[in-house]
């Protein structure tokens, strides 16, 4: 399964992902953790020093576009492909623990039961512009695009919401949205804008209402965006003394908050995998980002990268390299 955080910077979009992504591995079964947040901080919050952090995948995109074309002959070369450009007969479709993005652009972490951080590395607002082909988030959208994950395996996505995510189809590559919200107008607001391209293309979307201090918050958020109110976490002090750089661990965390996390899991995990749908939302995407650049950005017609034979779903025989 793929979830995805979004929600307004200083959401807590980081925070949940990192606790999400704890309490997952602990549970146990694969989990990939991905940094796609404009501020990287996903590493931080997982208690990793910076000298640990995995060599980001916005800085190998080149290498990772070749690897994953393998040998499609629809994709000539790493420039013919773009972020929205789907696998196809001879592309190499991977499992949660491939071994080029393990080697090349993961740190494992033992003490949090094997849990796998990538990165995007940093960005900033420029790289989120539509025509950005080479842009660091598309990275992460040709992984995803790539990827047959399995029962039982998670791959957890702390991620900017915004334009880029809706332009290029980003946001329809996940089971689960959970969008993360304080229990402010800002905080409703993006997620009204994020509920309306949600609906239009039938993307299952759930609330976090965090930092909770009063019943009224609660009231506030179950008002303004009704029964998609999924979990609330109230402001936890173990998560502020997380922050001022105590060590952390899940056992530090409140009751409230593991039973959130708990709430969390059981959701995802009995959310329908959709694989047909995912299948029919790469095409279009595709189709739409040919033509509102890629087809001018690279001097070819993107369109011929569609293979209509492909079918999402099959588990890849073990990948090579
Ligand atoms: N439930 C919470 N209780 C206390 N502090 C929180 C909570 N959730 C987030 N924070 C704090 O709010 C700040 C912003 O959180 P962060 O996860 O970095 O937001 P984002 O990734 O959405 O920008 C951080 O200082 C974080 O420690
Ligand atoms: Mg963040």
């Not at 979009?13 to 901080?41: C, E, M, W």
């Not at 190499?92 to 623990?97: F, G, K, M, P």
């Not at 173990?238 to 409230?256: N, S």
Request: proline share 7%; glycine share 10%.
């Amino acid at each position: 399964m793929r979830v995805a955080f979004v929600g307004k910077g200083g959401s807590g979009k980081t925070t949940l992902s990192s606790l999400f992504a704890r309490y997952t591995a602990r549970a146990g079964g694969p989990v990939v953790a991905i940094d796609a947040d404009i501020n990287q901080h996903l590493g931080l919050a997982l208690g990793l020093s910076p000298a640990r952090l995995p060599a980001p995948l916005g800085a190998g995109i080149t290498a990772i576009k070749d690897y994953l074309r393998g040998d499609n002959p629809r994709i000539p070369s790493a420039a013919a492909m773009v972020k929205t450009t789907p696998p196809g007969s001879g592309s190499r479709l991977i499992t949660i623990d491939d071994p080029y993005f393990t080697r090349h652009h993961t740190t494992t972490l033992p003490e949090l039961g094997g849990l796998a951080l990538m990165i995007t590395g940093p960005f900033n607002e420029d790289d989120l512009g539509v025509a950005c082909y080479h842009s660091k988030v598309g990275a992460v959208e040709l992984y995803l695009n790539h990827l047959i994950d399995g029962p039982g395996e998670h791959v957890i996505v702390d991620m900017t919401a915004g334009g880029d995510s809706f332009a290029s189809g980003m946001f329809t590559r996940f089971d689960m949205t959970y969008l993360v919200a304080e229990p402010t107008r800002q905080g409703i607001g993006v997620y009204h804008q994020y509920a309306e391209h949600a609906r239009d293309y039938q993307v299952p979307l759930a609330v976090i209402g965090n930092k909770i201090h009063t019943p009224e918050d609660v009231d506030f958020l179950r008002r303004h965006v009704g029964d998609a109110l999924l979990v609330t976490l109230p402001h936890s002090p173990a998560i502020r003394a997380m922050e001022q750089g105590h060590p952390f661990t899940l056992d530090d965390l409140e009751p409230q908050g593991h039973h959130a996390l708990a709430i969390l899991k059981d959701h995802l995990d009995a959310t329908p995998k959709d694989w047909a749908k995912f299948g029919r939302q790469t095409i279009e995407f595709h189709t739409r980002n040919a033509h509102a650049w890629a087809n001018r950005a690279t001097g070819q017609d993107l369109l011929q990268q569609i293979d209509h034979d492909f079918v999402y779903g099959r588990r890849p025989t073990l990948a090579t390299g």
